[in-house]
């Protein structure tokens, strides 16, 4: 693999744009000496499909998914809550949960004969795509904001990812990204559509995992949401563990967004039939808050429908309160997260701020590391 942090660039924006810098830290740039054959034969053109196949798989299932579930002790003193444990999906490789969606789907376009893939991101998903595309030998055009600019830029251009530059925002992007879908023949790796059962699967594999650990749900799961997506698959994910009689119930399903930007918490709060879309033009992103905010939460039906029907809530994070968690996990936990990654365990305690929740198990998703 390319050594990344020798492939830097300076990622200040132009002027007049927007730095979105993230810090989320670089993908991995070693590898052990058997996943590193492991992907020259799944990128190689020239191998048959089947061999392809099998390495890419080998390699999904060494480094996607996993990720470490800790019960954060000196956290539950800080706050009376009692057995929060954190899930923390920065374990991927390109350090978040992002990881799960991009490989599922990348493995996906290599079985269905696929040489090149598509998406809009503004960093975390581009950069997860572009890793997974790569180990699988494909093509990867990746559509971004023209006014965005992330550090994670450099790493996709490293990864041999073409950029494209989009006038307008995330959802112009997104639009774009399946425009060029539709008239090159690529596989559309963006949330929502034909992929959206490949996406909750693959989301799914986090509430298998808590299983795994708890051998039971716990009572609450707390996830930041942006389109909705990861709630949604979670969510998607304990529904089948109980109905094969896994588990003893479904946990309610909670989620945190920035403060007034988010459609899955608006709808919920307002009590709305559906997630209605936000005015494009008075949402404001900030460096700390742009992974969570979107005026069109594509999920968003399915994830305030997860929130609603498990009894779940949802609620806003400002970004001062998103700093100083990520600040107290470190300082307590010893966990370097994205403040945003922070939005649905704040939204957990606050509840129990105000009204004390009883002793159980609650895990608190944290989708991405510093």
Known sequence: MVDLLERRRDPSPPEGGLSLLDGVSPVATAWPVDLADRCRVAADRDRPLAERMGAFEDIAETEVGDTSLARARNLERATGLRQVLLKLEGGNPSGTQKDRIAFAQAQDALRRGYDTVTVATCGNY??????????????????????????????????????????????????????????????????????????????????????????????????????????????????????????????????????????????????????????????????????LVNWHSIDGGEALAAVRGTGGWAADASDKAMLAAARMLKEKEGLHVLPASTAGLLVLLARHEREPLPGDRYVAVLTGRR
């Open 126 to 291: 581009g950069a997860a795509t572009a890793l997974a595309a790569s180990m699988a030998g494909l093509r990867c055009v990746i559509h971004l904001p023209a006014g965005y600019h992330t550090r994670r830029d450099a790493e996709m251009e490293a990864l041999g990812a073409t950029l494209v530059r989009v006038p307008g925002d995330y959802e112009a992007a997104v639009a774009a990204s399946r425009a060029f879908a539709s008239r090159e023949d690529v596989y559309d790796a963006n949330p929502g559509g034909a992929n959206t059962s490949i996406q909750l699967r693959a989301y799914g594999e986090i509430a298998y995992e808590i299983y795994d650990e708890l051998r039971d749900a716990p009572a609450v799961v707390a996830v930041p949401v942006s389109n909705g997506t990861t709630l949604a698959g979670i969510h998607h994910g304990f529904v089948s563990l109980f109905r094969r009689g896994k588990t003893s119930r479904v946990p309610k399903l909670v989620c945190g967004s920035s403060h007034g930007k988010n459609p899955i918490v608006i709808a919920w709060r307002r009590n709305l039939p559906d997630c209605d879309d936000l005015v494009p033009g008075k949402i404001r992103e900030t460096p700390i808050n742009e992974p």
